[in-house]
DNA sequence: ACGTTTTATCGTATATCGACGATAAACGAT
DNA sequence: ATCGTTTATCGTCGATATACGATAAAACGT
């Protein structure tokens, strides 16, 4: 079987949420439940150029949908996407769940590594 | 305000799922429901210190266990982790979902970047 | 004891990420 | 027309990721 989506799509949506300056954008987006510009740059301590850079992540995994036409970006959450994302994802996980067992010691004892 | 978790608990948890040779790993493991050892080099198509590599990754974002006594090693999902992410991720998620609103057009017209 | 098998680690090379400052482009205000 | 504001992009630098082969370590079979 295989899941609905490929892997490498999922791979794709979870590095996106990789970052935390990432998440914390999506979640400011989705507090301000509309489309803001610059105030990103107030709320995650970066400079103005990086949060575009993390935009343009968010935008090119299809989380966020923008335009700029001007001075005056406008960005906000694709939320079909955001659905998707979920479904996909808890289907995933869910799967884990399903068909993992716990055979090994959980005490991940092979931790503290290097 | 700010999830349950940190955001950066759950970048990592992201950053961890955000290879498709990952995805896979985890998918085997849980159809095989038990520790397997080097068959996951049979799986996906990468060398076998690659594939270590990954298996670390895993133990450290904590969704596997597994412990490497000998020349036989025995990794499975660490299914608590995997609940928690799920929780998580769907808290998130469902988040970003209520609260967001497509105010821009959908047309993500702005794609086709580079 | 020795060789085989299995796995983790090391070393290396390349690519991508993440951050920044500087700059360019676009619009609004004057 | 010019200035100021806002945003995207470019160039750069260090850090990390990804892949591989080679090597080391640990158990098992002979």
């Known amino acids: 079987m295989k899941g609905a989506v490929s892997d490498e799509r999922l791979a794709v949506w979870a590095k996106a949420l990789s970052h ?12 301000r439940s509309t489309c803001i510009c610059g105030e990103i740059v107030d709320v995650v301590p970066l400079a103005q150029s990086t949060v575009s850079q993390h935009l343009k ?3 090119e995994a299809g989380l966020i949908v923008g335009q700029a036409d ?3 970006s406008c960005y906000c959450l694709d939320t079909s996407s955001v659905t998707e994302l979920r479904n996909e994802l808890d289907g995933l996980l869910t799967h884990l769940e399903c068909c993992g067992e716990n055979c090994c010691s959980t005490d991940s004892k092979t931790e503290g590594g290097e």
Chains 1, 2 share one sequence.
């Open 20 to 31: 935390p300056a990432r998440i914390a954008i999506l979640r400011t987006l989705a507090e």
């Open 57 to 59: 992540v968010l935008r």
């Open 70 to 72: 001007g001075p005056r």
